[in-house]
T-cell receptor, first 112, second 117 residues
Framework: GESVGLHLPTLSVQEGDNSIINCAYS??????FIWYKQESGKGPQFIID?????DKRQGQRVTVLLNKTVKHLSLQIAATQPGDSAVYFC???????????FGTGTRLKVLA | GAVVSQHPSWVICKSGTSVKIECRSL??????MFWYRQFPKQSLMLMAT?????????EQGVEKDKFLINHASLTLSTLTVTSAHPEDSSFYIC?????????????FGPGTRLTVL
């Protein structure tokens, strides 16, 4: 079946360094992708999204890159801070009906 | 962005009892609400899609008679876990979408931690 997966289950980075979280998706029809941050015991928090007609989108300290050729999505966090420690999920919308498929998640640990 | 609330935030119940979880969109109208379940250290798994005024659509493997969903208004959806058992213990998260002001975007609630003894 269709799936969204992540390459790394845990990523540890030094405070101040940049973080890169990767995601592979398999549904070539997906035209909308989202990154979520989830802290322990809380619901997912929207970080940034991107549509398939773009290959890069920037937010505050975050950048999402989309490579449709290899079906790859990444989230870059600049100057990673302790508050960035969380689990990050990518999600795709393959049908345009808000029915998102979530990836397996990557835990980001920020080391002081 | 829009705000979605869930109530209760956590609940502990005895095996065999039923538990109702509410999901509310506070400042927008949600024609569609989604219910997810998340086990520890795992991803969100979609259980069902709830459309206002119609029956919910359940994902494969999710028992509709066990997880009753009602979406009676554009701001409220409820999930009732009937005859709960310890294996139903999980983190239940709802999301709401469908407001044309927020194209494609779902807004997630804070989740409800269910523990069945």
């Amino acid at each position: 079946g269709e799936s969204v997966g992540l390459h790394l289950p845990t990523l540890s980075v030094q405070e101040g360094d940049n973080s890169i979280i990767n995601c592979a998706y398999s549904n070539s029809a997906s035209d909308y992708f989202i990154w979520y941050k989830q802290e322990s015991g809380k619901g997912p928090q929207f970080i940034i999204d991107i549509r398939s007609n773009m290959d890069k989108r920037q937010g505050q300290r975050v950048t999402v890159l989309l490579n449709k050729t290899v079906k790859h999505l990444s989230l870059q966090i600049a100057a990673t801070q302790p508050g960035d420690s969380a689990v990050y999920f990518c999600a795709e919308d393959p049908s345009g009906t808000y029915k998102y498929i979530f990836g397996t998640g990557t835990r980001l640990k920020v080391l002081a | 962005g829009a705000v979605v609330s869930q109530h209760p935030s956590w609940v502990i119940c005895k095996s065999g009892t039923s538990v109702k979880i509410e999901c509310r969109s506070l400042d927008f109208q949600a024609t569609t609400m989604f219910w997810y379940r998340q086990f520890p250290k795992q991803s969100l798994m979609l259980m069902a899609t709830s459309n206002e005024g119609s029956k919910a659509t359940y994902e494969q493997g999710v028992e509709k008679d066990k997880f009753l969903i009602n979406h009676a208004s554009l701001t409220l959806s409820t999930l009732t876990v009937t005859s709960a058992h310890p294996e139903d213990s999980s983190f239940y998260i709802c999301s709401a979408g469908g407001d044309p002001r927020f194209l494609n975007e779902q807004f997630f609630g804070p989740g409800t931690r269910l523990t069945v003894l």
